[in-house]
């Protein structure tokens, strides 16, 4: 079966830094596109950095130059590099993997990030 495991998150102060991690199974990722989202309580879903097969990468306003998405092949996981964090990063972040030609989308369950001091 496909999973997407999201692991990294936690409480960290403001200036903080944290690396997400997106473990796939079940698929080859590097095939699929690779997202990251977050979802802040009573907020609409958010794009915050995508990833293509190619490497080529795609940024929310809110996070570029702060947030750097990657990719491992060798370990099928996607990462995000999350620095200079503020308290309005505070979201459960979610990544997915998608493949538009296919027309399948997998969504990991998620891991909250709390930054508060």
């Known amino acids: 079966q496909v999973q997407l495991v999201e692991s990294g998150g936690g409480l960290v102060q403001p200036g903080g830094s944290l690396r997400l991690s997106c473990a796939a199974s079940?698929?080859?990722?590097?095939?699929?596109?690779g997202d990251w989202y977050r979802q802040a309580p009573g907020k609409q879903r958010e794009l915050v950095a995508r990833?293509?097969?190619?490497?080529?990468?795609n940024y929310a306003d809110s996070v570029k130059g702060r947030f750097t998405i990657s990719r491992d092949n060798t370990k099928n996981t996607v990462y995000l590099q999350m620095n200079s964090l503020k308290s309005e990063d505070t979201a459960v972040y979610y990544c997915?993997?998608?493949?538009?030609?296919?027309?399948?989308?997998?969504w990991g369950q998620g891991t909250q990030v709390t930054v508060s001091s």
């Open positions: 997915s993997a998608h493949h538009q030609q296919w027309g399948r989308d997998y």
């Open positions: 079940g698929i080859i990722f590097s095939w699929y596109v």
């Open positions: 990833i293509t097969s190619g490497g080529i990468t």
